[in-house]
Structures are given as structure tokens and as C-alpha cells.
């Protein structure tokens, strides 16, 4: 092959993939094997068992693990932007934290979403997004302040946990369980303070809130973790949000990923893989992450 012939085709691979994020550089890589080394990413993240990334105020969820959102489908906004609605109401958005060391066997309502890149492994040219707090179970957050870490509407000392003393995961139990007559303990919860500035250091407080989620009793609904996170700044572009992958966890997620897919490579040039997640069971199984080449939609389209 000669030398203007490897240029037009770099341009041409370029075309179908070009944008895509930091992983996808390597031309000309088959789609294959490059969303196989995602999924191989997610699982590495998911066994690693670090509590800080470099020093107790850099959280595991900057280099570790994998902060996940499951997402709908809208006419009004992109599935990967925020709703409208709770950016209105002054509300960040929420995500899951998906860990060997704090396993959830289900996420919020909708069997497809997004995965984001660790604070840390944030592609140039990408937003990164600021993580704001953590609760051990769904933290009902449609109903408290500050962007959604604050006091619950309905519930005095619901405030962040760090305001109240509470540093630990014991101490968070005892706080979770003092009134066994509430219908809904995860509405009286306190948050893990994950700001700078905050009273306890964000590792150490990242720790204790997945140390906390093995410990709480485990209802049938509203049992994911719940990590908030601050939205990106108004006009941010689909090239620079900082997906990793989209995911879904059962069949009927499927088609609504595959558009999602194909909506993110319209707006951005980015192939971003789909992959499936086989969330974990408590005791039992670890999760999984498969890429399937079948689940993706073909690019270009002939």
C-alpha cells in the first residue's frame, strides 16, 4: 500500500470513528476489540479494591470503580444531559457507584444508561465532573436541598452527615435505624460530604458510605447507592462529555441504548461502546461486563 494510499485511509477510519474518546485512537483497531478492552476497563475498575486515589482527599471514585446513570428517553433533551426540569428545581444529577466493595444488585428504574470516566481518566478535551455526595441507599433527592445533598423537606436531621459528626459507617447505621417507624428510613438518611472543604476528608468519607451499604438493611426497592453529582456547564457539547460507554442490564434496555448510540455518534462523531452489565448479588455472583458485537449498531450506516 502506498503512503497516500495509508493517509486516505487513516481519513476514512477517521470518519467513522473520529472524536472518538482517548481508547479509540489506536486506528485501525476493529470496533471489537476495542470494546472488548472497555468492558475489560469496567471489570479491572470494578475489582479494584483502593480506598483513595493518591492521598485521603482524593476518593476511590476518581481512579476506581464505576459511577454509572441510568437514563430515559426524551424529545425535549438528550438522554446524556441532565432533565431540564431538575436543573430548574437547583438538583444535580444522580448516579449509582457500582464496587466490589459496595455491591448494589439494582439501579434506578430504567434498565439502560451511561457510564462516565473516573474523575482522573478524563480524556482532554472533556468536562469533568465534580462529584458532589453520597448516600449508602437512594437518598430521595428529588426532596432535599442543596443540589440534592441537603436536608430532606420532611425530615429534621436529615442535614449532610459530616455536620451531624457522623464520620463512620456504624455511626451512619445508628442514625439510619433510630426510627424504625419511618415507612421510608432512606428519606431521613444524612449524605457522605464528598466537597472540598468538607469536615471529613472525601476518601475517607467515600469509604465509609460503601462500608455503609453493607450494613444497612436491604430493601426490595430503592436499595442502589445514590452519588450526586454537579452538572456540567450550561452549553457543554456532546464531544465533551466524558462518557466511557453506554450499558444496559437487561433485554428491554437494549434498543434504548442502541439509540442512544446512535444519537450520542450523531451529535458528537463519538462511537461510544454498549455494553452489558450483569449487576452483582450480595453473597453471591460478581458483576459482569460483556461487550457483544451484535448489541452495537452498525457504523456507517449503508
Same mark, same amino acid.
Given at each position: ?16 470513528? +473520529? ?5 479509540? @485512537?489506536?486506528? &485501525?483497531?476493529? *470496533?471489537? $476489540? #476495542?470494546?472488548?478492552?472497555? !468492558? ?72 439502560? +444508561? ?5 474523575? @482522573?481518566?478524563? &480524556?482532554?478535551? *472533556?468536562? $469533568? #465532573?465534580?462529584?458532589?455526595? !453520597? ?146 448479588v450480595r453473597g453471591g455472583r460478581d458483576a459482569a ?14
Amino acid at each position: 500500500m502506498t503512503a497516500s494510499m495509508n493517509v486516505l485511509l487513516g481519513l476514512f477510519l477517521t470518519a467513522i470513528w +473520529g472524536g472518538c474518546n482517548a481508547d479509540y @485512537q489506536d486506528y &485501525p483497531l476493529p *470496533r471489537s $476489540t #476495542l470494546g472488548a478492552e472497555v !468492558a475489560k476497563r469496567l471489570d479491572q475498575r470494578y475489582h479494584d479494591r483502593r480506598t483513595d486515589c493518591g492521598a485521603r482527599a482524593q476518593a476511590a471514585y476518581l481512579c476506581a470503580g464505576i459511577l454509572l446513570r441510568t437514563t430515559t428517553s426524551s424529545t425535549e433533551f438528550n438522554t446524556w444531559e441532565p432533565n431540564p426540569a431538575t436543573v430548574d428545581a437547583g438538583l444535580g444529577m444522580s448516579f449509582s457507584y457500582l464496587s466490589v466493595l459496595g455491591p448494589i444488585e439494582m439501579l434506578y428504574k430504567h434498565a439502560k +444508561g451511561l457510564v462516565i470516566y473516573p474523575g @482522573q481518566q478524563v &480524556p482532554a478535551g *472533556r468536562v $469533568t #465532573l465534580n462529584v458532589l455526595c !453520597a448516600f449508602p441507599v437512594d437518598g430521595a433527592t428529588a426532596n432535599r436541598d442543596d443540589k440534592g445533598c441537603g436536608k430532606h423537606r420532611l425530615h429534621e436531621g436529615s442535614q449532610a452527615c459530616d455536620v451531624q459528626g457522623i464520620t463512620t459507617a456504624e455511626q451512619f447505621l445508628e442514625h439510619y435505624t433510630r426510627a424504625p417507624e419511618l415507612a421510608y428510613p432512606h428519606q431521613a438518611q444524612c449524605a457522605f460530604n464528598l466537597r472540598d472543604g468538607a469536615l471529613q476528608p472525601a476518601a475517607d468519607a467515600f469509604e465509609q458510605m460503601l462500608r455503609a451499604t453493607n450494613l444497612v438493611p436491604h430493601a426490595p426497592v430503592n436499595d442502589q447507592n445514590e452519588v450526586m453529582i454537579d452538572n456540567p456547564p450550561q452549553g457543554t457539547s456532546a464531544r465533551e462529555w466524558p462518557i466511557e460507554a453506554i450499558f444496559y442490564t437487561a433485554p428491554e434496555g437494549l434498543p434504548g441504548a442502541q439509540i442512544d448510540q446512535r444519537n450520542f455518534f450523531d451529535k458528537s462523531g463519538i462511537m461510544l461502546p454498549i455494553i452489558k452489565i450483569t449487576l452483582p448479588v450480595r453473597g453471591g455472583r460478581d458483576a459482569a461486563f460483556e461487550y457483544i458485537e451484535g448489541d452495537q449498531v452498525t457504523f456507517p450506516e449503508s
